[in-house]
Every structure is written in C-alpha cells, then in structure tokens.
C-alpha cells in the first residue's frame, strides 16, 4: 500500500479482520485516527498490532491523570529519540487538548513558560539515560506512576518503529511545521482527545498477557506491556546465538548516548548485518539505511521478518530503559 513507509508495504487496514479490524475500531473511537501509520506499519508482523495499541492506548489515552501531562511526557521521549514525526504529532495533539502554547513550544523545542510543564517535558527525555538520576522524585502523583512511565516505554518502542521504518513528516509535504495546520490538525480530533476512556478495552485483544512490571501492578498498563514485551522479544529467533549475543551485550551496556556518524563500533553491515540492524532500531533507528536493510533481507526474509527484527531491538532498549529504572516511591509534586 502506499504511505508514509520505507523498506516495507504494510497490507492495507482496509482488508484487516479479527483482531486487527477491532484494534483499527478502537483507534478511531479511542485516538481519534482510524489507521494510525504508527501502527499500519507494524501490520506486516500482526501479532504485534494489538500489544503495541493496547500499550499505547492503556497508558497514553487511557491512563490516569491528565491527558495534557501525558502529553508532554510522550514529547520529551520523543525529543531525546530524534523522532521529528512523533514530536509534531505530540505538538498537534497537545492543540487537541486545548494547551496551545504547550503544543507550540513542543513544535519549536523550547522549554515551556510553565515550570510544571517543562519539568514533565524534561523527565520524559530523561528516561532515554537509563538510571538517569533525574527520574527521580518524579514530577507526577504516586497514583499516576503507571500511566506516565507507561506512556514514556511505548513511545520509546513507538519512536524506534516510527524512525527506522517510517517518513517523518507527520503529514504530506511537511505541512505540519505550519502553526495553522497544527492547530487545525488538533482541532479535528480534540473531541477524543479530551473524552474520558475507560481502561483496559484494549486487553481483549491480547492473548493471555501476564500481569506486567512491579510499577504497573493492579492497572491496565502492566498487561499492555507485558504482551508487548513478549511479541517484542520474540523476534530474537531471527538472528543467530553470536549475533544475539552481541545484541544483548551491546544494549546492556548503552548508556543512552547517540552513536556518532562516523565509527560507531557497530556491526559492519557485510558481516554482521542482522546484528547492525537490530542495534541501530534500538540505539539510533533514524540511521538505518536501505543499504542496511538489503544487506540483510534476503530470502528467506521478508516484511514481517524486517519489522519483527526492528522490533525486537526496539524494545531491547526499551527493556534495558525499564529494567535500570531507579525505584522511586513517587511523591506528591509540590
């Protein structure tokens, strides 16, 4: 089909039945966007459309506290992983909450005049350290700690798919970078963005998740991200146990920096290009090149191969980023 996609053709939603034709009801009743490219790019690999939506969905859209701080926490995710297609579609949407100058200040990535606000901002580029001492008290209640940082680990997975496997231009031709487009753009689906969603729609669609992480115990968010982890880590059977190896090695030691342009001592793409590609989806996907990707989908990969392996080493990062986090009892902000 065509669309915002590089290096693969997704089947068009159109045809989608089952579970993917729920999840696409559910993104139109829920997130205001029928067909999301964030998430019609993942179709190539279905069973990772409804865990990606129900962690989306359950923390973002679903999760407590405000839509507007979540907003914010998603954007400074979305800034620390260079992600321009993710950051204007969190600008528009912060305009659908009705917090223009919000969504503005995200667009020119400038500190927002409210102190509030720009501590959420920074807490959200933060969690792309793992361990970063800045984590730490979160500038959110206790009782939110689950929406927020669920909201930060699926736009850390969100991110990595969006960049390696996605234009970034949020809209045709970048109209997007116009203050009236964006404003307009949030206009169109305010009325669903400030709507109240009930949690846990979205956890039919998984089959039988486990109860998730000791930060999500007793929400809807635990069970979304513990499905999403487990269709994530399945693409691991699509490199070799030496190749896998170095991933793990590699992630383990990331200490969130961008590797550089030039040697990065990542895997050269003759000789070790499933490794390479795995690593640069978790540390750098906007690197990857339709070099990298024809270096290493050859048959009998496929589509579905290529995003399950960009997946996987999404969420490796995601893992190393969620496993280093401090263990805060959150408190109060003041």
Do not use: K
């Not at 297609?85 to 305009?95: G, Q």
């Not at 699509?238 to 969130?256: I, Q, Y």
Request: proline fraction near 10%.
């Amino acid at each position: 089909m065509s669309g915002p996609y590089r290096y693969t053709r997704p089947p068009s939603p159109a045809a989608a039945t089952g579970t993917a034709a729920t999840v696409w009801a559910q993104t139109a009743s829920d997130f205001g966007i029928a067909r999301p490219p964030t998430l019609v790019v993942l179709t190539s690999a279905p069973e990772l459309l409804a865990p990606a939506w129900a962690l989306l969905r359950e923390s973002l859209i679903a999760g407590s506290g405000s839509r507007t701080d979540r907003e914010l926490v998603a954007a400074g995710v979305s800034q620390a992983n260079r992600c321009p297609f993710c950051v204007d579609a969190h600008a528009v949407l912060l305009h659908a909450t009705g917090d223009h100058a919000l969504g503005e200040a995200v667009a020119a990535a400038a500190a927002p005049r409210d102190e509030r606000a720009a501590r959420l901002l920074a807490w959200g580029r933060a969690t792309r350290v793992p361990g970063a001492p800045e984590l730490t008290p979160p500038p959110f209640a206790a009782a939110d700690l689950a929406s927020h940082l669920g909201t930060a680990l699926a736009f850390h997975f969100v991110n990595r798919i969006v960049s390696a496997l996605c234009d970034e231009n949020l809209l045709p031709a970048g109209a997007q970078r116009l203050r009236a487009v964006r404003s307009l753009a949030g206009r169109s689906v305010s009325r669903v963005v400030r709507a109240a969603h009930a949690p846990g729609a979205s956890l039919t669609l998984l089959d039988s998740p486990g109860p998730g992480p000791r930060w999500a115990a007793g929400t809807s968010v635990g069970p979304a991200y513990d499905a999403l982890r487990a269709a994530a880590a399945s693409g691991a059977d699509l490199l070799d146990d030496t190749d896998l190896g170095l991933v793990l090695e590699t992630v383990a030691r990331w200490d969130g920096s961008h590797p550089g342009p030039g040697p990065d001592g990542l895997p050269d793409r003759a000789e070790r290009p499933g490794a390479r590609l795995a690593l640069l989806a978790a540390l750098a996907p906007y690197r990857i090149t339709a070099a990298d990707v024809a270096a290493w989908r050859v048959p009998p990969f496929t589509d579905r191969c290529l995003v399950r392996l960009i997946a996987y080493g999404a969420f490796a990062a995601v893992d190393r980023i969620e496993s280093a986090l401090p263990v805060p009892v959150p408190r109060e902000p003041r």
